[in-house]
């Protein structure tokens, strides 16, 4: 167990599980979340220059990388999948880590939202909370959210782990597969489940 992060609670889904809506939810709530894919954008932009020297200048524009070209190219290229993520991770670590430590000295829970969690395995920290619909669901809310066609949609659900083995490797699990107000009863539950832990949380 690590006890270094005692409060923090990672959230993770698979893409069209609900779990942006939940963290939003969750910030309505006033808890803290730490936002990793807001992390992840900076640290690109910040690193434009290795970007273009590995990649191209044709992928930056002025101080920015051209994310739609490069999501385009990492997509389909194994290789320049892991060589993007080796420029990239180990600063989204670091940040990450820096803003738990700073959360964790208030005592209070606190969330990480981090998509590809299990997928990544690059983390350390003991408590998930997993966005969960069934496969079925999460097929249809990408093809109707994205518009995809059926075979798109089910090639990008096949890039994640099946969200029913997540299912059994978290903590905690938040069922999305109704309407809004099903799953603001479910995270209400959730929030009621913290406070057994938590005699200061006040919501």
Same mark, same amino acid.
């Given at each position: 167990?690590?006890?270094?992060?005692?409060?923090?609670?990672?959230?993770?889904?698979?893409?069209?599980?609900? *779990?942006?809506? =939940? =963290?939003?939810?969750?910030?309505?709530?006033?808890?803290? =979340?730490?936002?990793?894919? +807001?992390?992840?954008?900076?640290?690109?932009?910040?690193?434009?220059?290795? %970007?273009?020297?590995?990649?191209?200048?044709?992928?930056?524009?002025?101080?920015?990388?051209?994310? *739609?070209?490069?999501?385009?190219?990492?997509?389909?290229?194994?290789?320049?999948?892991?060589?993007?993520?080796?420029?990239?991770?180990?600063?989204?670590?670091?940040?990450?880590?820096?803003?738990?430590?700073?959360?964790?000295?208030?005592?209070?829970?606190?969330?990480?939202? %981090?998509?590809?969690?299990?997928?990544?395995?690059?983390?350390?920290?003991? +408590? =998930?909370?997993? %966005?969960?619909?069934?496969?079925?669901?999460?097929?249809?809310?990408?093809?109707?959210?994205?518009?995809?066609?059926?075979?798109?949609?089910?090639?990008?659900?096949?890039?994640?782990?099946?969200?029913?083995?997540?299912?059994?490797?978290?903590?905690?699990?938040?069922?999305?597969?109704?309407?809004? *107000? #099903?799953?603001?009863?479910?995270?209400?539950?959730?929030?009621?489940?913290?406070?057994? #832990?938590?005699?200061?949380? *006040? %919501?």
């Amino acid at each position: 167990m690590n006890s270094k992060f005692r409060n923090a609670y990672v959230i993770t889904g698979n893409i069209g599980s609900g *779990k942006s809506t =939940v =963290v939003n939810m969750l910030k309505l709530y006033g808890f803290s =979340v730490i936002d990793a894919d +807001k992390i992840s954008h900076d640290v690109l932009d910040k690193s434009s220059d290795k %970007i273009a020297k590995e990649f191209g200048k044709e992928f930056v524009s002025g101080s920015n990388v051209d994310r *739609k070209k490069l999501g385009a190219l990492v997509f389909k290229d194994r290789e320049k999948l892991k060589l993007l993520e080796s420029i990239l991770h180990p600063q989204i670590r670091s940040i990450i880590y820096e803003k738990a430590h700073f959360l964790e000295d208030k005592g209070l829970p606190y969330f990480i939202d %981090i998509p590809l969690y299990f997928e990544k395995n690059a983390y350390n920290f003991d +408590k =998930v909370v997993l %966005i969960y619909a069934p496969e079925h669901i999460l097929l249809h809310r990408v093809i109707s959210r994205d518009r995809l066609s059926k075979e798109d949609a089910k090639l990008r659900l096949s890039t994640q782990i099946d969200i029913e083995e997540k299912v059994a490797k978290s903590q905690f699990v938040i069922k999305n597969d109704g309407n809004l *107000k #099903n799953l603001n009863l479910e995270l209400n539950n959730f929030i009621e489940k913290l406070k057994e #832990n938590y005699a200061t949380l *006040k %919501i």
